[in-house]
């Protein structure tokens, strides 16, 4: 019976039409690892296969081959999700149901492409491997140049396990931040290929990783002195619903009562010694708020006794004959002063069309985008960072570093995506974004999930998928700003390039010896 090692290696080995299909079913299973699953022994299983396929292949161009076939498969399973968006819409465009991901993994792969042929021009051994996980981390990183940016689900993002062993796993994030939780994540994954020296190195590595998360994590105790009680209003509003508009009554009135709810539970729950703050989800207000006078002062009504209501809704500028996806801050007592803020990185293909598209798939002209971040000072309320849904995933792109909030508040709509790992993945983005920075995040969701993080990274509270309610808790205060929070994503930046040259260093030395 052919051995287990025989049968990996007879894979690594083959070519044509056979090693592309190998390489999509290697990438197809590496994206098990990425959250809800988790599955990340999965990973030197199909990282090692790429590196050995790369090892085999006929020179530069065959292993940049072998590169595209994995990120398609990738790619195309760990998006599976964004069909759910297009299935909203399947009357006009059902014939794209089954491209959605496929198409976006064709746009993603090159860059992947590109650092398995790179690696290629590196003689074969630890050098190799090396260079091979500085490029995959750089060319991951330069997913945010892709049209708006797409940097989903960097591979750092794999050891965001529920609970504390999570907990622990992330903390590094705070000085290298997600991209370098890449970079180790890559080197870790091909340890079965390094000699014995190398495999002891990597035992090291990920001691010492343990060892500072775990360090971080037990020496930073929450306090609540500054920030305010934070009540999220999830409607929990089917994207049917919103679309047909004939429910616009209906809605808002459910979001009035469950701010009313909500805010009388805040009340009681802080006290005389934190402000509250409702938050409604993305577009949660069925119309245009700034322009109904009507509108705010009821919503200020049912939140009575609230500081500030943060709500969702998009926004029509006479000036520019464009739409905006915007968050508006209402003041008591009747809502009339108000802050807004737009949304800046705009979703592809949802927010926006690219111009390269022979179709139309985005609604009316799209949406513009706003500046970019910004730090809201409200009245009586600590300073808030707003980010609406897709902008959290942005590494070291969420909060000013000159004017730092102390806490960010993200208000999203995933239900676009389902009951599927997409709105998972989104909230695992969150988490990672309160690590980096050392804030805590408040995230309203129409249809879940909700979440308060801390500046950890860890969870405080949480409404669950598909569930219409109201999540009340305090925000803890904001930690120092991190290592990371302060140079972003030059850390691992300089990381990859210098792991990148010490592999092109060690190839070129060992074929001299050679």
Not at 68 to 84: C, N, P, Q
Request: hydrophobic content about 50%; charged content about 15%.
């Amino acid at each position: 019976m052919m051995s287990l090692h025989t049968l990996y290696m007879k894979l690594a080995r083959l070519h044509g039409w056979r090693a592309d299909l190998a390489m999509l079913l290697a990438g197809g299973v590496y994206a098990l690892a990425f959250p809800p699953l988790h599955a990340v022994l999965v990973l030197p299983v199909a990282f090692c296969l790429l590196a050995l396929a790369i090892d085999n292949a006929a020179g530069w161009r065959g292993a940049a081959r072998r590169g595209f076939m994995f990120a398609m498969g990738l790619y195309t399973v760990g998006l599976y999700w964004l069909m759910y968006a297009i299935l909203l819409r399947a009357d006009d465009f059902w014939w794209l149901v089954p491209l959605a991901s496929p198409g976006c993994a064709l746009i993603l792969a090159p860059l992947s492409a590109l650092s398995a042929g790179l690696s290629r021009l590196v003689p074969r051994g630890t050098g190799r491997l090396m260079v091979l996980s500085a490029l995959w981390t750089l060319t991951d990183m330069a997913r945010v140049y892709v049209f708006s940016g797409f940097p989903w689900n960097p591979p750092g993002s794999v050891w965001e396990f529920p609970g504390l062993a999570g907990d622990i796993m992330i903390q590094p994030a705070a000085w290298i931040g997600v991209d370098g939780l890449t970079l180790l994540t890559c080197i870790v994954a091909l340890v079965p290929l390094y000699g014995r020296v190398g495999r002891w190195a990597c035992l090291a590595l990920v001691v010492v990783w343990v060892g500072c998360g775990a360090a971080r994590f037990g020496s930073i105790h929450d306090t609540y002195l500054h920030n305010p009680e934070i009540v999220l209003v999830q409607g929990n509003v089917p994207e049917t619903d919103k679309i047909a508009g004939n429910s616009d009554v209906a809605i808002f009135r459910r979001y009035l009562g469950l701010t009313h709810q909500g805010v009388e539970q805040g009340l009681r729950q802080a006290g005389d010694t934190r402000s509250v703050v409702f938050a409604w989800p993305e577009s949660a207000f069925p119309g245009l708020l700034l322009e109904d006078d009507i509108a705010r002062p009821m919503i200020m009504r049912a939140g009575q006794g609230a500081a500030a209501g943060i709500i969702g809704s998009v926004r029509w500028l006479e000036d520019d004959h464009h739409w905006r996806n915007s968050m508006v801050a209402l003041m008591p007592p009747d809502g009339a002063g108000t802050m807004v803020y737009d949304k800046a990185h705009l979703v592809p293909f949802g927010e926006y069309q690219p111009a390269f598209l022979p179709f139309h798939v985005v609604p009316g002209e799209g949406m513009t985008p706003g500046p970019g971040v910004r730090t809201w000072h409200l009245p009586g309320i600590a300073p808030v960072g707003p980010l609406i849904c897709y902008e959290v995933i942005f590494s070291g792109q969420v909060a000013d570093l000159h004017d730092r909030p102390d806490w960010l508040m993200n208000s999203t709509n995933d239900a676009w995506y389902g009951n599927s790992a997409g709105p998972r993945q989104h909230l695992a983005a969150v988490r990672l974004r309160a690590v980096e920075e050392g804030l805590p995040v408040a995230r309203a969701a129409n249809t879940g999930i909700s979440a308060v993080f801390d500046g950890r990274g860890h969870e405080l509270a949480r409404l669950g998928w598909d569930r219409q309610g109201v999540l009340v808790h305090a925000v803890p205060d904001a930690l120092p700003c991190t290592f990371f929070g302060r140079y972003g994503r030059l850390v691992p930046l300089l990381l990859a390039c210098v792991l990148g040259l010490g592999g092109l260093w060690r190839g070129v030395m060992r074929d001299r010896v050679i």
